[in-house]
């Protein structure tokens, strides 16, 4: 099968991140033909301040470039008072405007988030695959990973331990692999 090309964003910047975490093990669990890069140019990105369209700056249009190509977009995000950190909310502001490529046109999109708290951060992916699908994004799964009480699942060393967050992961590559395989990808508009 052809590999499946997949971008990975944490909506987290916070050294020690448990959505790092998260993300690495997701990367870690992804077997053929999923291929997992990890994007982590946060520093580089601009406030979104409503000048939309191009000329766009020069890393936000490397990534709106980067997702347009990627096959699947994995965002992992913390949970800030109900809804996701201002730093994912910039990233997805960017890439929604509505600008060639259209990099979220149709784009297959899987959520993760973790939180110390029991209800690890849905609320944060309630908010987030709405926006997401607003601009006509695909969103494959939303609540299959959230990670409560992450911190008891991840060790000092940022390596996601626990069994049962691990099992969740490695069962939703599965999951979402016959909805982005070979004759499924969504192509983008
Ligand atoms: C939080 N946190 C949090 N957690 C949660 O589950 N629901 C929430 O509404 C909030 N709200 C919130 C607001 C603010 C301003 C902060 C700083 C934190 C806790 C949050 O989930 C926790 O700090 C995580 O560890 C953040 O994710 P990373 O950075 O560890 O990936």
Known sequence: MEMIDVLAICGSVREGSLNRALLHAAQD??????????WDDHSLIPRVDGTRGRPFPEAVGALRDRVSV??????????FNRSIPGVLKDIVDWLAI??????????PVMLMSASPNRFGGVFAQLHLADALRRVGAEVLTDFDVAVGFAHRHIDDG??????????DI????????????EGKRAVPA
């Open 29 to 38: 669990l992804a077997d053929d033909p999923f291929r997992v890069e990890v």
């Open 70 to 79: 990627a096959d699947v977009l994995l965002l992992v995000t913390p949970e």
């Open 98 to 107: 509505l600008a060639p490529p259209r990099p979220l046109a149709g784009k």
């Open 158 to 167: 940022g390596i996601l331990v626990g069994e049962e967050p691990r099992r």
């Open 170 to 181: 490695a069962q939703l590559w599965r999951r979402v692999l016959p909805l982005v395989g």
